[in-house]
């Protein structure tokens, strides 16, 4: 087990660093002129000879990689704003802040959307699930199963300024969604943060549901579980203790899938309801064409991604005895 | 599923012994399948709505280009609200007016339609054709194309698609024009074309590498290699044949996620862009404080048209899968 997780661990990494070389040129080897890009429209000379000169645009790609590089492991000084420690992705160029202090600012906010959201929609959507299974074939089943067709089929560009316009503007039920810290008062945080966490768990809920349902269904018509009911244990014990074990597996794959890509930032959710996460970071950054922070959202997405697929396969591990073994 | 799998008798209907080719038989089963037909009907009524749009706009009267703020002032207040109740629905405007500019949103939302499933046809026919050489190419092939085609699979899928979307959108769009001057339409195109491309391939081109590498071990294959058939003909005449199911099937699901991403991207404003029509951006209008906090009817039309053809394209999907493979239970 050990030596899996130490090379999925390694393989990782392998792609963490791929991928850092394929943004890197992506960004600032395959723009004729990238301080043109980052300039904007209104771009004066002046401005445009500083940001040659910040960037180091003299070098050639390959140095200026190796540079970056070198950042990211031990650090840099030779920035015009101050000195820049590990791991160090640079100084924005729209706000000449440092690019690693600015993901950390907006990473509480879209972990606690993400975390909250997922408490919501596991709730939601394995029980709704859950219970389609238990009653199969029943009406229950069928509206739930149906509900759930149509509400995947929602979009967060729609729901969201419709639960908006619907529950803040319209009736003033609510005040407008923002973050507040946990730490500074949690029950601003909570309020702050609901209709978020109901727009954008009712999209995930959805397929939890569908995905809990046909599971729990496969799993029902397994032969261990008519082993067990022939035994004489009760349907319930069986349901609870050996179907829903097994179908965890899948569940957990799309779980880690959701989470991996909320925590790099759920952009669209963000954007709607004006929440300064990381999502919301990534279109700032494009809007003032900010690549040295757009460069540090994409790699710490990607490498929240990486290590969420290592949490997935260390957690098989728990949930299905077999993987264990081999 | 391969060919020699069905069986005669897999057939229900037939009491004679009747020869089916494996298209007849699902074109049957799809026929029998009264949710995919409706669905089939509701997707079709959308790609000819898309495709006629020019067509009923001119029957209809109005372009989704005219700004009526400027024409026709007395029809909106001073904040740009259309005037009548119901975001301003009249016989004249079937789907009343845009709030803000004053565009019509019918022809809009036509206009819109036919732009975004435009684009998305475009992406699902190269990410398509993609998956079908890379997929095909790897497992047939094998060794060591194999393997660096799957590692490059595996490194495509590492990367948070719709970060890097809006992230290489500005990229993409500065290859072809300098960011000082006006960015064609086509050029957004293009770019949003290709990098929902780049990132799209990757599950489909999966899928073919596993059937193809299945396929490879069969008895059919191996005759025609015996008989002395070059690799090239065996890609195209025994094993291509042979993967049209999954293409089929996983070409109906990645079609609507295309529309909504394409639509999400124009959400955010890193797609086509005002003047340009597009369904996705009329969403990014109805999130304005200035739709939210006074008249909500224009956001249902954008809204309840695209759940009609996304539940219905899902519906499509999978009874076009159950059609192809009776043997899968829901």
Known sequence: MLRFLLRRTLGSLVILVLL???AFLLFFGMPRDPALLMCGKTCTPDALANIHRTL????SIPEQFWI?????????????QGPCPAPCFGYSYHTNEQVWSTLMDRLPLTVSLALGATVVFLFVGLGTGMLAAWRRGTLIDKSFTAGSMV????QIYFLGPLALAVLVYQTHLFDEPRYTELTKDPVAWFTGLMIPWVVLSTIFAAQYTRMARSSM??????EHIRTARAKGMSRRYVFFRYAWRGSLIPIVTILGIDLSSMLGGAIITEYTFGLPGL?????ESVQFSDLPLLLGVMLFAAAVILLCNIVVDACYAFIDPRVRLS | MVDGDQEPAAAPEAKVPVGRSPGQLMWLRFKRDRTGVISAYVVLLFFLVGLLAPLIAKLYGNNPYTVYADERPELFDSAGVPVQPNGGISGEFWFGLEPGNGYDVFTKLLYGIRNSLGISLAVTLATV???IVLGVAAGYLGGRTDFLISRVIDFLLAIPAQLFFIASMPVVVSLFVSPRDETPVYVRVVALISVQWFLGWMSLGRILRGTSLALREREFIEAAKVSGAPPGRIIRKEILPNVVTPILVQATYMLPNFVTAEAGLSFLGVGLVEPTPDWGQMFSKAATELVMQNDITYMFFPGVSMIIFIV????????????FDPKTAR
């Open chain 1, 217 to 222: 269904i496969e799993q029902l018509q397994e």
């Open chain 1, 56 to 59: 180091g645009i003299d070098k």
């Open chain 1, 279 to 283: 999502g919301h970071l990534a279109v």
């Open chain 1, 151 to 154: 509400l995947s089929s929602m």
């Open chain 1, 68 to 80: 970056f590089l070198q950042g990211l492991v031990a650090g840099r000084d030779d920035f015009a």
């Open chain 2, 129 to 131: 054709l993609t998956g």
């Open chain 2, 312 to 323: 219905a394209f899902n519906l499509l999907g999978d009874s076009v899968r159950d059609a």
């Open chain 1, 20 to 22: 850092t070389v394929v």
